[in-house]
């Protein structure tokens, strides 16, 4: 089965001689032989195309250049080039509190709801990240986050407590964690597999396609269907080594012409295997509970300090925004 693209983590090392080829070191934490490696693909194919070859890619993927936060320092400090990383990694490593709020639970009710507020806070977002040196190429998606435990399934907030989870680096699935009750480890996507096996944690939350694609979902008993995160994605470059380029290798990077249909394709690659891998959980030994929409009011309702805390953090002025961009998309449909 193939696996996932934007739970991510891609980087780019350059020799800028003018008469060679400029070699991008891509790493990343997705799998291999995923759907998001091929939006990936997608992507060098385009840039080595409109760079005339001026720029190649080179992919270490599934994590071989360490974890998200790890990374993203180092491309804001110009010691790596670029890769695509989950939203709440880009919030941690570069300290923007305010993305975090693009993960807050049950923020949002479906696909088109997120690709619509995404999108059109692209420039918003691009000005937080150049500020911390680094520069927004494209949105990808990572999906929808459920919850994996060993012991028990998981149908009421209540369920989670005193269970040891893994937890993303980030303040907001700390705070998740905790508010219901359960101790949060947070954890690098290298670490977690060992630590899923030798019982360190007691289980995680991610996609159907990561859990799968990662091995995660083998360590696990109860898949809970709880939908609690929509996660994005994001490619990104040091601002160091886009300043160094030539006009036109610039604009070949950013493939702004392409990039609304870049997005499209590689959210679609990923969102085309989410429900065909849920189904094979079955087949794996694991028991698959899907919350009915009163139990995930309850844990909605549960999760409600996580959004005080955010709010306490980084002002209201963020969420508000988030909010109404949701509220004008309702409007649209």
Known sequence: MKKCFFSFKCIWFVHMDAQTAQKFRFGSVIPPDSPWEEGINEYAKKVETKSGGQITFKKYLGGQLGGEVEMIKSIAMGSLDGGAFSTAALAEALNIPELETLELP?????????????????????????EKGVILVMWGTNGWRSIGVRNKPINVPGDLKGLKMRSQESSVYINFYKTLGATAVPLATPDVLM????????????????????????????YSVTRHIYQPGAIVVSKKF?????????????????????????????????????????????????????????????????????????????????RNKIKEFQYRK
């Open 106 to 130: 049950f923020l949002f009710e479906s696909d088109k709801e997120a690709d619509y507020v995404m999108d059109n806070l692209f420039d918003v977002i691009a000005k937080y990240f150049e």
């Open 195 to 222: 630590s899923l096996k030798t019982g360190m944690v007691d289980g995680y939350d991610q996609t159907p396609i990561f859990s799968y694609s990662t091995g995660w979902i083998n360590s696990v008993t109860y």
């Open 242 to 322: 886009y300043d160094k380029l030539s006009d036109n290798l610039k604009e070949a990077l950013l493939v702004k012409s392409d990039r609304a249909a870049l997005q499209a394709q590689s959210r679609a690659l990923v969102r085309a295997e989410d429900d065909a891998t849920l189904n094979g959980f079955h087949d794996l030994g694991v028991k698959v509970n899907v919350l009915t929409n009163a139990q995930r009011d309850e844990f909605k309702k549960a999760c409600e300090p996580v959004y005080k805390q955010l709010e306490a953090k980084v002002g209201s002025h963020i969420i508000k925004l988030v």
